[in-house]
């Protein structure tokens, strides 16, 4: 009875220290969103909301066409890059879980080592490698909406580049979930007359399902929010992608507009946020089976 009250007050400043952590993470977003909704040159200066809600500057942006495509080419180099890797992640830790071939400890390893190894000593070669491979493509005439052929080959290649940045973690994500599943299930299927790929296909893709969801979300939040690789490998202006552009945004702003930059950075965080509330189940599922199983 004399420690209930020593135990509890202990609770109570370790809920208060991860409340304080909480808001101080959270303040930022807060601010954001709340000077979004200010009319221009109001901020957080005046009373808030005097005048109601103001929702004019989202109307803003999205009848701006430059920042409508920049969310657009955000869209398409995130989802591309992380349903390849997904995919790439699925078959590759299929193969490191249930085959043994000469070497695969050795892979595995190095699949390790560049987890580790941080991903800014990548951009000079692959701006080189990027240069060179784009000199090869004609511009020619617009192919896919207006883009020409080198443009196309552009965002393909940054693409291809964020799906090879995931692929160390998803591999390792992907086997830890094939090796603590049962062999037996799988020999079942097999018994039945199944191939090794539809025994992958209906018995282990659905029981790893959190597994894959874990590597798709992380992947394409790491690419909606990458900056750097995209500012580099990006040759074109319609090519910017949302980061990108809000820096150019930004740079075009003149005067006390801090309400158009804000709600410009709050419409880039809904797409990754809403994504992650969709699928936030077989996130933390996929994270905390992954580490038990690992």
């Known amino acids: 009875m004399n420690r209930s009250p020593i135990r509890w007050w202990k609770h109570y400043w370790t809920y208060l220290l991860l409340v304080i952590l909480c808001m101080a993470f959270l303040f930022p977003i807060i601010y954001a969103l709340v000077t979004s909704l200010q009319?221009?040159?109001?901020?957080?200066?005046?009373n808030l909301f005097r005048d109601g809600v103001y929702w004019g500057h989202y109307e803003q942006l999205l009848s701006t066409p430059r920042y409508v495509?920049?969310?657009?080419?955000?869209?398409?180099?995130?989802?591309?890059?992380?349903?390849?890797?997904?995919?790439?992640c699925a078959l590759a830790g299929y193969a490191f879980a249930r085959l043994r071939f000469q070497g695969r400890r050795g892979v595995l390893i190095l699949l390790l080592g560049l987890m580790m190894l941080p991903g800014i000593v990548n951009l000079i070669p692959l701006y080189r490698l990027t240069s060179e491979l784009l000199r090869l493509v004609p511009t020619g005439a617009a192919i896919i909406g207006d883009l020409n052929a080198r443009q196309v080959a552009n965002l393909l290649l940054l693409i291809a580049v964020y799906s090879a940045f995931g692929i160390p973690f998803g591999v390792w994500v992907m086997k830890s979930f094939y090796a603590a599943i049962p062999r037996e299930?799988?020999?079942?299927?097999?018994v039945d007359g199944a191939t090794p790929l539809q025994a992958l296909r209906h018995v282990l893709l659905p029981l790893s399902l959190p597994g894959l969801m874990a590597v798709f979300l992380t992947n394409f939040v790491f690419n909606w929010n990458d900056f750097v690789t995209a500012s580099l490998l990006i040759r074109s202006d319609e090519l910017k992608t949302a980061t990108v552009g809000l820096l150019d945004f930004q740079n075009q702003l003149t005067g006390n507009n801090s309400e158009l930059l804000n709600a410009a950075a709050i419409m880039m965080m809904l797409p990754g946020i809403g994504l992650f509330l969709l699928a936030r189940k077989a996130f933390f599922q996929g994270f905390i089976e992954g580490a038990f199983k690992g």
Not at 39 to 44: A, D, E, H, S, Y
Not at 185 to 190: G, M, P, R, T
């Open 69 to 88: 495509r920049n969310l657009l080419n955000s869209a398409i180099t995130s989802l591309g890059g992380a349903l390849l890797t997904t995919t790439f």
């Open 185 to 190: 299930l799988e020999d079942a299927a097999l």
């Open 39 to 46: 009319p221009t040159g109001f901020g957080l200066a005046q």
